[in-house]
Each structure stands twice: as C-alpha cells, then as structure tokens.
C-alpha cells in the first residue's frame, strides 16, 4: 500500500526521491497537442484594515450571510428549465424535495452550467431566488444579514482577495487576521478587465491587476461601475492557525509557498505529486521542483 509506504519513509530528500521513482509513473502534460504552457502564480493578499469599523476601514469582509442557502443539485437538472421544490435543511443548506419543499425555484434563473453541483439562493416569500449579486451586496443588500470578520481600507484590495480567495488583514495593533474562502454566491465570474478595455477605459494590454488598481485609484467615481461588472461574490472564514501558517488549500490543509500547485479536479487529482520545469519570473534561472496539487 503506497500510503503506508509514505508513513513508513523517512523525511529525508533522499528516501523521498526514492519513494516517489519506486510509485510512481510519471505522466507528460500536454494541451491540445502542445507541451508549452503557461505557468501562473498565486498569491496571498495582505490587506490594512481594522477587526472593527472607522473612518479608514469602512468595506465589510463578510462571512457567510444568515439568509445563504446552499442547494446540491443533481446532474440530471442542470439544463436549468424546471420548477423545483426547496426544504430547508440547515442554518445555510437546503435540498430538492418537491413532495415536502416550502418554497419553489425556477432554475432558468439560475445560473447553471453543465459543473454546476449547487444552486445558492435565499428565501423570499414562497420563492426561492438566486443570492444577490456584488453589485447588490455592495449596494447593502447584506446590511445586518451577515457577520462581519473585518473591514479593508481599499475596495480594490478586497476586490482582488474575492478573486484569490483567501488572505490577510492587517489592523493597526500588528495583528493579523487570516481569512479563507468559505462559500460563494455561485453567480459567474466576469473579467473586469475586458469590460474596462471595452470601455475604453484601458488598453486591453494595461489590465494587469496593477494597471487596474492605478486606474481605479485615479477614478474613483467608476468604483461602483466596474467592480459591479463582475456578479462572483466570495463568503469568507475566519482561520485558526499561526499567524505564519499559509493559506487553507482544497484539502484542507495550508499551503507552502513554491511547493503547492492549483489544479483543475477534473483532470488531476487533489494530492497528486507534480514536476515543474520553469525558469524564475525574475531570477531566470532553472526552477526545476516536485510540488503537490
């Protein structure tokens, strides 16, 4: 049993090379017949803020709302065209029951794709309706219906975190307040940078993450408009843990800088060993490593 075997090898470079050359076989990537790729980093946001509410940190990181409802949804309704009955069955959780259900869905309202394994909405009346979106949510929907984990100085920032989904928030004391992913609204997630390159805003080839931070800290007055472009709107947690420890990974558990590596489950599995073969960002030089997906 390789498992075994790992708790059995010793934590050493060595018998770790060795294990891993004796179990496993090592498969070439490929997309759509070319061996090139694109290699992207992630990394933890650290943002100043406050765990309370001032005159300088006044954008909510909320956690999940009390009114969220996560719904599983079976394959066999992911066209998205039929009337589905929800029962509540936890503080954030729900099932289709159509013999039992209170409320009723219209899936067409929902935004499904052919992945989609959950709907996630609220109950209004005898309805249940799709979660607000950001531009709701940053409009107030949320005002009183969701605890409050802390409060950025910089809605750009915070932006940014939705989409890295996890960081840190750094209040004036020195404290750290490590935050992760904890659910999302499941609406899509739309690129503001096409939408501000479609504006004329930027040039399609200046909306990096910095030319659209230098170009919202320039325009204000357009926060509103193009933050709310994109509909994704992530729920957060607070982390126990050292203030040291990385950022909570799909398993659970931190992640390492330089030796963890985001994957799509579809194709590789969570825990897979994966060879790297690149060249430093900065330094040039050969990084060449085994990390894990």
């Known amino acids: 049993d390789v498992c075994a075997q790992a708790f059995q090898t010793p934590v050493h470079s060595f018998q770790a090379k060795q294990f891993f050359e004796r179990y496993f076989t090592p498969w070439q990537v490929a997309g759509n017949g070319s061996l090139a790729g694109t290699v992207t980093g992630y990394y933890e ?10 005159a300088q940190a006044r954008f909510p990181i909320y956690g999940i709302p009390d009114d969220f409802i996560s719904v599983p949804l079976p394959a066999g309704l992911r066209s998205g065209k039929a009337l589905v009955r929800i029962r509540q069955t936890g503080k954030n959780s729900g099932t289709i029951d159509n013999t039992g259900g209170t409320h009723t869905a219209d899936l067409s309202r929902f935004p499904i794709t052919a992945r989609t394994t959950a709907i ?5 009346g005898s309805r249940f309706l799709p979660y607000h979106t950001r531009n709701q949510i940053n409009g107030g929907a949320l005002d009183g219906k969701a605890p409050i984990l802390g409060y950025a100085e910089d809605p750009v920032e915070l932006f940014f975190m939705h989409i890295q ?5 750094k209040t004036p ?7 992760g992913y904890a659910d999302k609204n499941e609406h899509p997630y739309v690129s503001i940078g096409r939408y501000m390159a479609d504006k004329g805003y930027l040039k399609l ?3 990096s993450m910095q030319g659209i931070k230098s170009y919202m800290r320039q325009n204000p007055q357009r926060l509103a408009e193009v933050l709310g472009q994109n509909p994704s ?6 982390l126990a843990g050292s203030s040291n420890d990385g950022p909570v990974g799909a398993l659970g558990t931190p992640l390492m ?9 579809h194709y590789i599995t969570l825990g897979a060993p994966l060879f790297v073969a690149t060249a430093h ?13």
């Open 45 to 54: 946001p650290v943002l100043k803020g406050d765990d309370r509410r001032t």
């Open 281 to 293: 960002p900065v330094t040039r030089k050969a990084l060449n490593r085994l990390i894990m997906a």
């Open 120 to 124: 996630k909405g609220r109950f209004e």
């Open 205 to 207: 080839g200046q909306t």
């Open 233 to 238: 709107y992530i729920f957060f947690r607070e």
């Open 173 to 179: 004391s020195g404290k750290y307040i490590r935050i």
């Open 257 to 265: 800088g330089e030796y963890a590596g985001a994957v799509d489950r």
């Open 165 to 169: 989904g996890s960081g840190r928030l």
